[in-house]
């Protein structure tokens, strides 16, 4: 799986949305990706690229977009 | 000991996140439920020359459990949770702290961004995973698991009129399963029914918040 596609599926599972959902989403664009589950996607982003995000980044994490530039950021490649 | 005292809890704030610590006293001896913030804390327990004997534990996330550590280093007691409790304070996910600063954040409607140090706990000393009676001087505790806020939620009731819910019954507040530890099914299947059982009447000292009475209403209020 790549990192792409394991970013995706992080998406697809924590809001329960597919594939050609995730183009523009948005933090709270949906009932599920509210505080409670941005955290839980945080987190499991950390676990699954091996990053520990600042808590600044978290904050900024407002998009399906924004998440991949700050990934990069951290050095993974996607 | 004075076995005719009346119970009457002190309730100490921690201001960083609103959370509850109880402490109970019988002649100089203590006992500390959900400590919260150790200066706090030892301020009282210094100004009341008390020594802390037991800490007892309503869960596993970091705003009942943020003075235990510094506790510790200055007092020699034992701390008493749940089995699943005492496993999540050992870890920085389970015991919240891995999120805390961004869970403030929210908590504060993005108003304020606060240093919060992840940080683990060692285990309990004394652990239960049923029901579990034990007392302490002359109260009588009884421990009732109740997960599904966090798999080491428990109620502690004492002497069968006073209840120590811990994040359960938070005034103004629905019962949270998504936060680390949660579990919307099992608190469906488990957590609830242990809530649903509890008698009327009890005074209720939640994990944030003021005392009130549980009353048919209040129970009605949270689906019970």
């Given at each position: ?67 991949l530039d700050i990934l990069r950021n951290y050095?993974?490649?996607? | ?99 805390m600063e961004t869970y403030l954040y929210f ?32 109260h009588q505790f009884t421990f009732l698991p ?79």
């Amino acid at each position: 799986m790549t990192n792409l596609e394991k970013y995706n599926k992080l998406f697809m599972d924590n809001f329960k949305l597919t594939k050609e959902q995730l183009p523009g989403l948005k933090y709270r664009s949906i009932k599920l990706w509210d505080s409670m589950g941005h955290m839980q996607l945080m987190e499991e982003m950390e676990d699954n690229f091996d990053i520990s995000l600042d808590t600044p980044d978290v904050l900024s994490f407002s998009s399906y977009e924004k998440g991949l530039d700050i990934l990069r950021n951290y050095g993974v490649d996607i | 000991m004075n076995t005719n005292m009346a119970f009457k809890p002190i309730r100490i704030i921690d201001p960083t996140t609103n959370s509850n610590c109880y402490i109970i006293e019988d002649g100089i001896h203590a006992l500390i439920i959900d400590p919260n913030n150790f200066s706090l804390i030892n301020a009282y327990i210094k100004a009341r020359r008390l020594s802390p004997e037991w800490v007892l534990l309503t869960h596993e996330h970091c705003d009942h459990i943020s003075g235990l550590n510094e506790l510790r280093q200055h007092y020699s007691f034992k701390v008493i949770a749940q089995a699943a409790c005492s496993l999540g304070i050992q870890d920085k996910t389970l015991n919240m702290t891995r999120i805390m600063e961004t869970y403030l954040y929210f908590k504060s409607n993005g108003t304020v961004l606060t240093s919060y140090p992840k940080f683990t706990c060692k285990p309990a000393e004394l652990t239960f995973d049923k029901t579990y009676h034990w007392h302490w001087f002359t109260h009588q505790f009884t421990f009732l698991p109740a997960p599904g806020h966090t798999p080491g939620s428990t109620c502690i009731l004492v002497n069968n009129t006073v209840l120590f819910s811990g994040d359960y019954f938070i005034p103004g507040e629905d019962v949270i399963t998504r936060l680390p530890g949660g579990d919307a099914v099992i608190y469906e299947k488990i957590g609830k029914n242990i809530l649903r059982a509890l008698p009327e009447n009890l005074l209720v000292y939640p994990g944030h918040g003021d005392t009130f009475l549980l009353t048919k209403e209040v129970k009605q209020n949270y689906g019970l």
